[in-house]
């Protein structure tokens, strides 16, 4: 966070507010509104406080509002299962250590039974992303999903930079914006809970570069995608039209295990085509 930005939990409540139709809310929408998304009168009136209150809370005057408080605003402005863990996160932290977990360092390093796991899934395409969107290990067949796109050029490939820094990506996931958007998510979670973390630190100042980047940053976007549909069009194999499974790791590291899997028979032929002998890929800490 920088000296001109607000504290996350002020940011969150401004942005969901701002993001929020009053549709959603049940709310007529009668002429024109200079205010995007809900006014903070009418939020004020849903959560039962003043708007005095709500105006010191996104100003990050006052950041020790009560569980009830949060409880309020979150059901005052519909949010989502995400958004509402989000958000009594950061009140936890802006209320105080006592009652936020200590922070622990952001892991990169990969379980060697993970590892192991990663080769027996064969020939399903499959990698271990981390929180910050590193891919920090992967079996061959994603190698040979992955690798045409660019997404393995670097030594220690990001998701997250793929994306909003290499023209490629743009060719190669139809649905870019929705990919877009699934990494801002990714990196606001994490960095509210590893806001220390000087490669994380980095990482997002580099992305903020990109405009892209940076409009969707400012609106706090934290739903998480944990399965769905992902198509791709892979410049040897043609279109790949895939499901995205993606399942949790159980310790504290928050890396995930994500699997793509062919939608359709067309798709799973075309990867039988590209997945050649199992090979595993570990990307170690130490490496450029």
């Not at 000296?3 to 507010?17: G, I, K």
């Not at 922070?103 to 990169?108: F, I, N």
Request: net charge negative; with cysteine; hydrophobic share 40%.
């Amino acid at each position: 966070m920088t000296e001109t930005e607000p504290p996350p939990l002020a940011a969150f409540l401004r942005a969901r507010r701002e993001h929020t139709s009053p549709r959603d809310v049940g709310l007529p929408v009668n002429g024109r509104r200079r205010t995007p998304g809900l006014r903070r009168e009418e939020v004020a009136t849903l959560a039962g406080v003043s708007v005095d209150y709500l105006v010191r809370l996104e100003q990050g005057r006052d950041g020790h509002p009560s569980g009830e408080v949060l409880v309020a605003l979150a059901d005052a402005m519909r949010m989502t299962e995400d958004e509402r863990a989000h958000l009594y996160k950061l009140g936890a932290i802006s209320n105080g250590a006592a009652m936020c977990p200590a922070s622990t360092p952001l892991v990169r390093e990969v379980a060697p039974t993970v590892t192991t796991l990663l080769a027996g899934l064969h020939p399903t395409p499959a990698f271990v992303l981390g929180p910050a969107g590193d891919v920090l290990a992967w079996n061959d067949a994603w190698a040979a999903v992955a690798g045409p796109i660019g997404l393995l050029d670097e030594a220690r490939p990001n998701i997250a930079r793929y994306v909003f820094l290499d023209p490629r990506s743009r060719d190669a996931f139809p649905a870019w914006r929705t990919q877009a958007d699934e990494q801002v998510g990714r990196l606001r979670r994490t960095a509210t809970r590893w806001h220390e973390d000087e490669d994380l630190l980095a990482l997002i100042a580099e992305l903020r570069t990109a405009p892209e980047f940076d409009v969707r940053w400012a609106a706090h976007p934290i739903d998480e995608k944990r399965r769905g549909g992902k198509q791709i069009n892979h410049p040897t194999a043609g279109d790949l039209d895939l499901l995205v499974e993606v399942l949790a790791i159980t310790d504290d590291t928050e890396q995930v295990l994500v699997t793509w899997l062919p939608a359709d028979d067309a798709t799973a032929a075309r990867l039988a085509g590209l997945t050649a002998a199992p090979h595993l890929r570990v990307v170690g800490r130490g490496e450029a």
